[in-house]
């Protein structure tokens, strides 16, 4: 439901006609260069598709060979694209299939595209994708691959995800935002580079996660001259301490999700803990986005905290792994005018 708001706020003839858990499949006239979408791991052009509810891709790839299907979008016109090569998915696996039928499809593709075969390494590739909603699809993959293993560090958030807990904070070029566990630098990078702000502090209480923070930013070139991002040490308990009350528009961030046990805490009780830290720095109408561990207790526990209201909670997988995302207001109660008698 993210994904389906920032695309209808940035594309006025948008035309959803599927919305699934990590898929969206919708109908613009802009060109892919000019989407400038943040959120997406992949960006496909959608050749065909059909609904399959018995996941019988091959089926799928028969009715595809049989129609000798011609379609503008196969051909290729880019001089750098040489080669192609074809991707089966079903249900986010890799499968293999019958190969004299593989070698069909792929006669189909070079005979329209007038690219090259290349199975181990090429300029395109076509998807022939399966999802469990019951539909298959045939795909040109229009973004490339970034090989995030080899450019974040472990457990560093994928820049995807900070942009949707950053554009989920209603981001303003006047917010004073604060991560406090700003951990790789994740969030406030993100945040800098897509949303401007006029402040942001970047704090965690792990010296060396400090060091990576600022090593990010001063090796960013967008980043290295900016001088309203603000890294620090500061451990949480003494957030109220370090910055003053009612002086932070958001607040983003990831909290470490087994640091409770370090601090002699059940989990419950290190959320709050760290919740009313933030209440205190946050403005009123401020907004909390926070990820989480996935947990059953996190509706119960917004209620206990003075001025919270838990306005979002999303369950999301993040790297395989159960979680939560949150989206929390804070909304002081106030007596304009009047006398109590």
């Known amino acids: 439901m993210i994904v389906k708001d920032i695309l209808e706020k940035h594309i006025p003839d948008l035309k959803i006609y599927q919305l699934f858990d990590g898929a969206v499949l919708f109908d613009t006239v802009k060109s892919y260069e ?4 943040y959120c997406f791991n992949n960006i496909f052009l959608v050749i065909t598709y059909a609904e399959n509810k018995n996941g019988d891709i091959e089926s799928f790839i028969r009715q595809i060979v049989s129609a000798r299907l011609h379609d503008d979008t196969i051909s290729d016109d ?5 080669t192609f090569r074809v991707v089966i998915s079903s249900g986010n696996q890799f499968v293999s299939i019958n190969e004299k039928l593989k070698i069909k499809i792929e006669n189909l593709i070079s005979s329209q595209s007038k690219l090259k075969l290349n199975r181990s390494s090429s300029n395109v590739e076509f998807w022939i994708l399966y999802r469990t909603e019951g539909f298959c699809y045939f795909l040109k993959r229009l973004s490339k691959h970034i090989a995030y293993e080899k450019i974040l560090n472990k457990g560093e958030l994928h820049p995807e995800i900070t942009f949707l807990m950053n554009w ?12 406090p566990f700003c951990g790789n630098g994740s969030i406030p990078i993100g945040r800098a580079l897509i949303f401007p702000a006029k402040k942001i502090f970047a704090l965690d209480f792990d010296n060396n996660m400090i060091s990576i923070a600022k090593n990010k930013i001063i090796g960013n070139k967008s980043l290295s001259d900016m001088k309203n991002i603000v890294i620090k040490k500061v451990d949480i308990k003494y957030l109220d301490e370090e910055l003053l009350h009612e002086s932070v528009d958001k607040i983003v961030t990831d909290p470490p999700w087994g640091s409770y046990q ?11 803990m760290i919740l009313l830290k933030m209440e205190k720095v946050l403005k009123n109408n401020g907004i909390i986005v926070l990820l989480l561990g996935r947990n059953d207790y996190i509706e119960k526990l917004a209620k206990t905290i003075p001025n919270l209201s838990l306005e979002k909670n999303y369950n999301v997988l993040i790297s395989g792994k159960k979680a939560n995302l ?4 804070k909304q002081t109660n106030t007596l304009n005018g009047g006398f109590l008698l």
């Open 34 to 37: 000019k989407l400038n979408m």
């Open 78 to 82: 880019s001089k750098n694209h040489k």
């Open 168 to 179: 989920l904070s209603d981001p303003d070029k006047n917010d004073i935002v604060l991560d």
């Open 262 to 272: 370090n601090l002699n805490m059940e989990i419950e009780e290190f959320c709050k």
């Open 326 to 329: 949150v989206k929390l207001r």
